[in-house]
Each structure stands twice: as structure tokens, then as C-alpha cells.
């Protein structure tokens, strides 16, 4: 039937009349005309025979002509070679994923071989050798103790996949934290969170990554000296590693102020659920934060909805007996039903009781949702931190026994972005003092009882309030408010003077016994063992790389130049070249 044969508008569209005049076959016709669809040209209502004469269409299944010549061809080719099994089609040659066909099937464990390399190949020190990658894989549960680090949950089974899923995970993390406070990349590790607690806390405070760094391991109390390079591909493996568990405590660090954001909610959700009284004594917050918590609940609120139609079955059951012909028969039938009734109020107020305690028990622990995350992610970084700590010793011994790779550090000067790194250094007004509410007892090495420090969001009183900011060429100088706000000075030249009074480094048996301590959460059962292997590794010894700072050179030579000619150098007018084009760092 030809198209020509509806009645439409200039625009293909029907009338309702029309179309609901169309027999079954021309409005088959008409669909198949219009690939299925159908275009109104007023506004009248459609009946609903016509929207079932198009939902009916739309159930029936599609069919397309068969090629005959293409079925014979098939069968030939099947008859010719024997083999009668489906073939897939290859994807076409200009298909993006033609070459997919001609790859082989990848033997097991080759994907995790190249995760195992690449972890191994930039320095992230995998769990475990590529000769042991069949067994670990093969075998989980047998090395439980080995993956445990990187388990997110410490109670579910082995997964030696997702253990080295995450490790790689963490340290690509990590490679992208360096080059992001090195200014080598405008986009910040994939963790921003972390980024953004560590800006506010420290960066703010510290006028370079450096001395942010060494002032967020100090509150760790790791008082270690290091220098970090200005390219993170050219730095040793012990500097990168220490700045690792820098990571990992910058991480750790925002878990722990997360905890204490959410505690006043935590202790307001807890004393109200206590107040209730409908808490048994060994309901404790541990306790109702379990799985077999939800699971007893579960239990219990499905026996008492149990009682309650058993009993309610009685009642039914006492009020349909036939009344009986004498005065005890109905004596006992009033006694049977005024029993049934007792059973069934008493079902229904334990049911009333466990449903109230199930309500607010699940209020509890959605009211304290975020508190108990953030105990949980801080637990799994600070097991991650003491796994770092244990590594430290051998990739000293690693370092020691190794040929130093790449050109010796320049003592004229330092890179920038890493001034301060060559001398540990304690900046006192850059230092919060840890509030002691804020700490919480840890074992150490002594059995006794100490304290974890972390930092403070206040600042000291009588801090010398700083900024940076850049000049011209792009490097960092730093402001005062003491008398020399209009005169800003390199900061570079500021540390110089300030190196005189570096302190010693502590001693290893000093970081064994302080090391280990982590703000707002308790050590892991790793502590021990973390203490023994650093306290045996005698401290640590840190690699060496070139530093170059061309503004303390140019500094250096303008104050040699001035001494042949008996003036005074103004260095803060030198630093001010080009001050229109200087930006100022966030506050």
C-alpha cells in the first residue's frame, strides 16, 4: 500500500479521525512507512481502542527477511570443514578494535605480573617478590599476615588482587602529591581531601612543601633529616620513602581531625541512646557497630513478630470454639480466651519494646556514620604508616649496598620549592602546640603509657604572622608583618640565618619509642614489631642530590659586587624586580 493513500498534512502528520478509521493492515502499513511512529496533526483525544491496537503491535516480535544465499553459503563451509560450532565475527578492519582479535589470550596472572612491575619499577617496594606472584595469587590465606597492610577491612578473607590493587593505588596517589607540591602538575593527587588538610595546616604555615613536610613528621615525632629534590625522579629512594610516610601521615592526619570534628556529635548520639534505657549491659558502642549486632537484631525482631501472630492464632482460635452446653464448659472456654488475650499483649509489648530499641540503635548508627568511617579509614592508614616505618631500614640497607645515580647536591644553593631541606630545622613559630585533648595513650616500647601529638589549629601566640609570594622569575619569598611588611625579603636568605640553630637529630632509640605514635586512634598490633626493626636499623641515613637556587646565587654575587664598592645592598629592593608581575599564594 502506497504512502500516497493516507491523508496528512503538509508536514506527514495524520488526523485522529483518520487514524482511527485505518484497518489492521493499513495501520501495519502505516508503521511500517513511518518506522513506528506515529505523528498527530490535532490535538483530539485518542481513544483507547487505538492505544491498544498500538500496544499490541508493539509486543509482536521483530522479524526480518532471511538471505538464503547467504544460509547455503554457511552450511557449505560447515559441511567443507567439519565443524559445525557458531564462529564469532571478527571485528571489521577499520574497527578500533580489529587488533583485539589478533592478540593472544593473556595466561593467568599476566596483568597482575605488569601491576607487580610497575609498582617495582618506580620504587614502591610491592609486597612481595615477582617469584612468589603464583603462590600469593594462588594461596591468599596463606599469607594473610603479608597482605593485611593493604586490606582495607582487616576482617574479610585474604584478596591478594585487591591488596596489590591498593598498594599500587596508594603510591600512584602518592607520585602525584609529589610533582603537585613540587608545581610540576596543575592538578592535585587524586585525594584532594588530603591535599586540602595539608594546605590549611601546614603549607599555610611553612614557606616552602619542605618545611611543611618536616613540620607534619615532627608532630609524628619524626625528627629524621632529610633534602628533597626538585625533581622527584632524580631524588634517592630513601629521601623518596621518606617523604612517603610523609604521605601517609598527611593522609592519616586529616582522618584524625575528622574524628575529633565528629566526636561532640558521636558523644550527643551515644548519651541519647543511653538514655532510653532499653541498652542491655553488653551492648556497648563496639559491640552495636558489628555485623553480628544487625544480624541478632535482625533475629530478634523477626521471633518477636513470630509471637506475636502465634498469639494473636490463639486468640482467634479461643474466640471461634462453640459455646459450650454447661456452665463449666463456658467457664473454661472464658478462662482459655482471657489467657490467649494475656499471651497476646504481652507479645505485643515486647514487640513494641524491640522495635523502639531496633529504632533507636539504627539511629544511633546513622547519626554516627561519619565518626565511625573515619575511625575506620584512620585505623587502615596507620597500620599503612607503621608498614612504611617497617620498610625503612631496608631500603637504607638497600641504599647503603647501592651505587649513588645522578650528579652530587650543589652547596651554593637549594631548589626551589626545597630551600630549607638540607639541615633539619625547628621553626617555632611555625610549630602548633598539640592540645592535650586531643591526645590519646598509646603503648610504647616501655609498656608505659604515652601520648600521640598532632598538630594544633591555632596558631602560637606571638607568631610572626607570614605569607609567600612570588617574584618576577617565579621563586618564593616571604613577607613579615615585624617591621618589614614592605620589604619583602628571599626566602632562601631568611633560612640561612636560621640554620645556626638546627638541633641535633633525635637518636633511634628516640624515634622507636615516639615514632609510632598516631593522633586520635590507638597503634596497630604492627607496633612492636615496627619498634624492633627501626630501633635495630641504628636511624637512618638519607641520600644526597644536585640543589640549585640561581636567587641565592645572584644574592651571593650582588653582595660581593657591593663589598668592592663599599655600598650596602638593598636586597629587598633587588627581590622587587618586576613586583607588578609578582602573585600572591592563597591564604
Not at 8 to 35: I, K, P
Not at 307 to 315: K, R, T
Not at 409 to 428: F, I, K, M, N, Y
Not at 488 to 508: D, E, I, K, L, N
Request: with cysteine; glycine share 6%; hydrophobic share 35%.
Amino acid at each position: 500500500m502506497a504512502a500516497s493513500r493516507f491523508k496528512t498534512d503538509s508536514e506527514g502528520r495524520m488526523w485522529v479521525a483518520d487514524l482511527v478509521a485505518l484497518t489492521d493492515a493499513e495501520l501495519d502499513q502505516y508503521l511500517a512507512d513511518n518506522n513506528n511512529l506515529v505523528r498527530i496533526a490535532d490535538t483530539g483525544d485518542l481513544p483507547e481502542s487505538l492505544f491498544e491496537r498500538l500496544r499490541e503491535r508493539s509486543r509482536r516480535p521483530c522479524s526480518k527477511p532471511v538471505d538464503l544465499d547467504q544460509v547455503t553459503a554457511r552450511l557449505l563451509q560447515a559441511a567443507a570443514t567439519g565443524d559445525a560450532s557458531p564462529k564469532f565475527r571478527s571485528p571489521p578492519p577499520d574497527s578500533p578494535y580489529s587488533h583485539l582479535s589478533t592478540l593472544p589470550p593473556s595466561p593467568p596472572g599476566r596483568y597482575w605480573r605488569l601491576i607487580h612491575g610497575e609498582l617495582a619499577n618506580d620504587g614502591g617496594r610491592p609486597l612481595f617478590p615477582a617469584e612468589m606472584i603464583d603462590q600469593v595469587f594462588g594461596d591468599p590465606s596463606s599469607y594473610g599476615d603479608m597482605l593485611l597492610p593493604w586490606m582495607e577491612f582487616p576482617d574479610a578473607p585474604p584478596d591478594t588482587e585487591l591488596a596489590v590493587g591498593n598498594q599500587l593505588e596508594h603510591w600512584r596517589h602518592f607520585r602525584t602529591w609529589q610533582k603537585y607540591n613540587r608545581d610540576l602538575t596543575c592538578s592535585p593527587d587524586p585525594s584532594w581531601a588530603t591535599s586540602k588538610y595539608f594546605y590549611a595546616r601546614f603549607i599555610r604555615r611553612s614557606p616552602d612543601y619542605t618545611d611543611a613536610l618536616r613540620t607534619l613528621l615532627m608532630h609524628y615525632d619524626f625528627n629524621r633529616p632529610f633534602q628533597l629534590h626538585a625533581d622527584p625522579a632524580r631524588q634517592d629512594a630513601l629521601t623518596t620513602w621518606i617523604e612517603y610516610f610523609g604521605w601517609t601521615c598527611a593522609a592519616h592526619y586529616r582522618f584524625a581531625r575528622l574524628i575529633e570534628q565528629h566526636q561532640p556529635a558521636y558523644d550527643e548520639a551515644w548519651k541519647a541512646l543511653v538514655d532510653t534505657g532499653l541498652l542491655r549491659p553488653y551492648e556497648t558502642t563496639e559491640y552495636l557497630e558489628t555485623m553480628e549486632s544487625g544480624f541478632a537484631a535482625d533475629a530478634e525482631d523477626n521471633q518477636a513478630h513470630q509471637d506475636v501472630l502465634l498469639a494473636q492464632s490463639a486468640v482467634d482460635a479461643a474466640s471461634s470454639m462453640p459455646d459450650g452446653d454447661s456452665w463449666d464448659s463456658q467457664e473454661a472456654q472464658a478462662l482459655e480466651l482471657s489467657a490467649a488475650n494475656s499471651t497476646l499483649e504481652a507479645a505485643l509489648a515486647r514487640q513494641d519494646v524491640v522495635t523502639r530499641r531496633i529504632r533507636h540503635v539504627s539511629n544511633f548508627i546513622n547519626a554516627t556514620r561519619l565518626h565511625r568511617h573515619a575511625r575506620s579509614d584512620a585505623k587502615w592508614q596507620n597500620t599503612i604508616m607503621h608498614w612504611v616505618l617497617e620498610q625503612l631500614p631496608l631500603v637504607e640497607a638497600e641504599g647503603n649496598t647501592a651505587t649513588p645515580s645522578g650528579p652530587k647536591p650543589d652547596a651554593e644553593g637549594e631548589a626551589p620549592g626545597c630551600q630549607s631541606c638540607r639541615e633539619p630545622q625547628h621553626h617555632q613559630d611555625q610549630t602548633p602546640s598539640p592540645p592535650p585533648d586531643a591526645r590519646e595513650p598509646s603503648p610504647t616500647r616501655s609498656g608505659t603509657a604515652s601520648r600521640p601529638v598532632h598538630p594544633d589549629d591555632a596558631a602560637e601566640d606571638g607568631r610572626r604572622s607570614k605569607r609567600l609570594r612570588k617574584n618576577s622569575d617565579g621563586r618564593a619569598i616571604e613577607t613579615g608583618t615585624a617591621g618589614a611588611a614592605d620589604h619583602p625579603v628571599a626566602v632562601g636568605a631568611t633560612r640561612s640565618r636560621r640554620q645556626t640553630a638546627s638541633p641535633q637529630p633525635a637518636s633511634s632509640a628516640s624515634l622507636s619509642r615516639r615514632a609510632t605514635r598516631s593522633p586520635a586512634v590507638p597503634d596497630s598490633p604492627g607496633t612492636a614489631r615496627f619498634e624492633g626493626a627501626l630501633a635495630e636499623s641504628g636511624g637512618l641515613q638519607t641520600g644526597t642530590g644536585p640543589i640549585i637556587d640561581e636567587s641565592a646565587q645572584r644574592l651571593t654575587a650582588m653582595a660581593s659586587e657591593a663589598s668592592h664598592r663599599d655600598a650596602p645592598v638593598n636586597i629587598s629592593t633587588s627581590m622587587q624586580e618586576g613586583a607588578g608581575k609578582r602573585k600572591r599564594a592563597p591564604e
